[in-house]
């Protein structure tokens, strides 16, 4: 299973855009990247999924390059309620998730 | 539409006792998966049940257990509880076995 690497926390202003980062030197031909954000004492929440280039929905966009071994989340305009951990998801199938530590995004008023 | 529901919300248990958590998909979705998530990490992959078969199976003892019913609904059973199983278990259901997944808000056990 492809193991991923994000960064542990960030902090950002509200309105900024928030880039996260994921690694995943390991990815498969078959893998997807799949992000997912949880609140606290709630279950994860699905954002965005992606195989390669760009994907975009009404919350935010994943860029894949083409090597596959990173992928960025990026939350436009982040509000307070943006606050959360963000994680990153490598697999084939719900069979295979893994959940690391994911990164907890901190917005700032 | 319902989402995935679980039942109970919370639970107290005392060491060696054993515990049914329960979990109701969204109408339509095949799919059911648990997981298990300790104040501070990421949810650990139990189980995963899949047209009532179970397709996947993460690293946790046998003392846990899962089923998946006709209706796709879903129970997970701990045996001989560990302080350690104190956790928030977490079940989440989706149409196939894709990485899209809806969460369930969870059961807190919590064993004494």
């Known amino acids: 299973l492809a193991k991923t690497t994000q960064p542990i926390s960030m902090d950002s202003y509200e309105g900024q855009e928030v880039n996260i980062t994921c690694s995943h030197n390991?990815?498969?031909?078959?893998?997807?990247i799949t992000w997912y954000q949880q609140f606290p004492s709630q279950g994860p929440r699905f954002i965005i999924q992606g195989y390669k280039t760009k994907v975009t929905n009404e919350v935010a966009s994943l860029f894949i390059p083409a090597d596959r071994k990173s992928s960025t989340l990026s939350l436009p305009r982040v509000s307070l309620s943006d606050t959360a951990v963000y994680y990153c998801l490598v697999g084939a199938g719900s069979y295979q998730l893994t959940f690391g530590k994911g990164t907890k995004l901190s917005v700032i008023p | 539409d319902a989402g995935v529901t679980q039942s109970p919300t919370h639970l107290i248990k005392t060491r060696g006792q054993h515990v049914t958590l329960r979990c109701s998909p969204i109408s339509g979705h095949k799919s059911v998966s648990w997981y298990q998530q300790v104040l501070g990490q990421g949810p650990q992959f139990i189980f995963q049940?899949?047209?009532?078969?179970?397709?996947g199976r993460g690293n946790f003892p046998d003392r846990f257990s899962a089923r998946q019913f006709p209706n796709y609904s879903s129970e997970l059973n701990v045996n001989a509880l560990l302080l350690g199983d104190s956790a928030l278990y977490l079940c989440a259901s989706s149409y196939g076995q894709g990485l899209e997944q809806y969460f369930g808000p969870g059961t807190r056990l919590t064993v004494t």
């Open positions: 390991n990815i498969a031909t078959n893998d997807y």
């Open positions: 049940y899949y047209e009532k078969e179970e397709r």
